[in-house]
């Protein structure tokens, strides 16, 4: 057994300590011969520090496309010449998507906007949109709006969103090479003021953007200083059009390690499968990643791109015995 | 409107379908939406939910899955 695996069997199964950057390293530089004792290791890590229920959550894009932002990444980005265009969702189509939603057993429903940060518009398209959702469907309502002002933070609380996503996307050292048009720390600093709000804070990324081993345990390091209640982990789906369209999808194995590593580095938090994985790991990766320290998943379809059905998941989650996370009472 | 519409564009990349035979579009859009519209290769407005989406071009009208 590889040293580090030994250590991380004392030092986060044991004692709930997560692994520092040159661990986390170390786990992503062992060879694929000890990748089933990883992935074994941080599923138990898992199953002791969050238990065998998984977070079901669905996803909407309430205002899609033109986004004035860079993000490398990402086909909304109204910079690059990618074939999405702009739209906004209606308010009964997104409650209409809320019930979908929960119809599938969902217990989180988050409601996303490609912008930089949300305009009066937009702000009140949320009020309306969260008053509709909550008199009619039952469901713990999540947003993504970009940066925020601590106005807006408090706006949110008011209207009942318990909690919001903002990605770091990727390290400190490397974000400069996907986004040009904002900082890390301008992210930084809007995930500071959501945590002071009692919101709880999603944040995570995506790997593939052409960062380094090195820099993944930069950012698994970065998130686990952050701290968040739950960490969406991305893995690069090229889109046409994007300034990383051609790059290579990650490929399944290294896929696995890093979610093994991002669990090791954050033993207790809410670990979720979000956009690429259909495409890096398949039917049989989504299930390996299930056993390897992944907690959570978003069902159906993703903003811009397709996932598969919900009811795949779903049965996947009952043959491996995992029981969805009921609807909690505490918020 | 006919029946079955041509598919005279291919409503991924909006090329001409008949430019090539379109198997990584085609094999792409098992997880995306079709963002040309196949007839005029108009860029469609594509809502995608967490189930289904909808795709409208302005002179052929709304698609769904």
Not at chain 1, 196 to 207: F, N, P, T
């Amino acid at each position: 057994m590889p040293e580090i695996l030994d250590q991380a069997r004392d030092q986060v199964l044991h004692n709930g300590v997560g692994l520092d950057e040159a661990g986390v390293l170390a786990v992503l530089n062992l060879p694929d011969e000890h990748l089933s004792a990883t992935l074994q290791l941080a599923h138990e890590v898992r199953m002791r520090w969050c238990g065998p229920e998984v977070e079901v959550e669905g996803i909407v894009s309430l205002k899609t496309g033109g986004c004035p932002e860079d993000c490398h990444f990402c086909s909304q980005s109204g910079l690059f010449t990618s074939p999405v265009r702009s739209v906004w969702l209606d308010i009964p189509s997104l409650v209409q998507a809320a019930k979908q939603t929960a119809a599938t057993g969902a217990t989180e429903f988050c409601i996303v906007a490609a912008v930089r940060g949300p305009d009066d518009r937009l702000m009140k398209q949320m009020r309306e949109g969260v008053a509709a959702i909550k008199a009619e469907v039952d469901i713990q309502v999540a947003a993504s709006l970009g940066m925020l002002t601590q106005e807006q933070v408090d706006e949110l609380v008011d209207m009942g969103v318990h909690r919001y996503n903002h990605n770091l996307e990727t390290c400190r050292s490397y974000f400069p090479n996907v986004v040009t048009t904002h900082s890390w720390e301008e992210r930084w600093e809007t995930l500071r003021m959501v945590r002071e709000s009692g919101m709880e804070v999603c944040c995570g990324g995506i790997l593939g953007l052409g960062e380094t081993v090195e820099q993944r345990a930069e950012f698994a390091a970065q998130l686990a200083e952050l701290d968040p209640h739950e960490v969406p982990l991305n893995f690069l789906n090229p889109r046409p059009g994007t300034p990383l369209g051609d790059r290579p999808v990650v490929e399944g194995r290294d896929a696995l390690r890093a979610i093994a590593a991002f669990r090791l580095a954050m033993p207790r938090t809410i670990l979720r499968y979000a956009g690429g994985r259909e495409i890096t790991l398949g039917d049989l990766g989504t299930r390996d990643g299930l056993l390897g320290g992944i907690n959570a998943v978003i069902v159906g379809n993703y903003l811009t791109t397709l996932g598969r059905p919900a009811t795949d998941d779903l049965k996947l989650l009952d043959e491996l015995k995992m029981p969805v996370k009921a609807l909690s009472a505490t918020l | 409107m006919p029946a079955v519409a041509a598919q005279t564009w291919c409503d991924r990349c909006g090329e001409a379908a008949a430019s090539g035979a379109h198997e990584q579009c085609a094999a792409a859009r098992a997880l995306e939406p079709p963002r040309y519209c196949a007839r005029c290769r108009r860029r469609m407005k594509v809502q995608v939910l967490p189930i289904g989406w909808s795709a409208i071009c302005v002179e052929h009208g709304e698609i769904r899955s």
